[in-house]
């Protein structure tokens, strides 16, 4: 059985930094692309971004290019999101997908397996 567990969430003043973390088990990691979305109340989930399998494919929401970094390391099976200079529009909760075509993509569908979400609250 798959599972994606985030981690890392929290409060956090704008302008501040939190690094969220999705340890992944229970399928072959190193061959899936991890994708992070996020979802603020009353929105509908956004894309915030992918990772390759291999690592050497990246994609971003326009949102967060330049302030976000994502990165994997498939010995320890985990990916991560880096968040810097966060504002107040990044709060939502924060989720972890993992798509077993292994490209960066932004779309939704493509994830097939999902971790419960992780809290994110920037305070301006």
């Known amino acids: 059985q798959a599972q994606l567990v985030e981690s890392g969430g929290g409060s956090m003043q704008a302008g501040g930094s939190l690094r969220l973390s999705c340890a992944a088990s229970?399928?072959?990691?190193?061959?899936?692309?991890m994708g992070w979305f996020r979802q603020a109340p009353g929105q509908a989930c956004e894309f915030v971004s992918a990772?390759?399998?291999?690592?050497?494919?990246?994609n971003y929401a326009d949102s967060v290019k330049g302030r976000f970094t994502i990165s994997r390391d498939n010995a320890k099976n985990t990916a991560y999101l880096q968040m810097n200079s966060l504002k107040s529009e990044d709060t939502a909760v924060y989720y972890c997908?993992?798509?077993?075509?292994?490209?960066?993509?932004?779309?939704?569908?493509?994830?097939?397996?999902w971790g419960q979400g992780t809290q994110v609250t920037v305070n301006s």
């Open positions: 997908a993992a798509d077993p075509w292994g490209v960066a993509v932004a779309t939704e569908y493509k994830y097939d397996y």
């Open positions: 990772i390759s399998y291999s690592g050497r494919s990246t």
């Open positions: 229970g399928l072959t990691y190193s061959s899936y692309a």
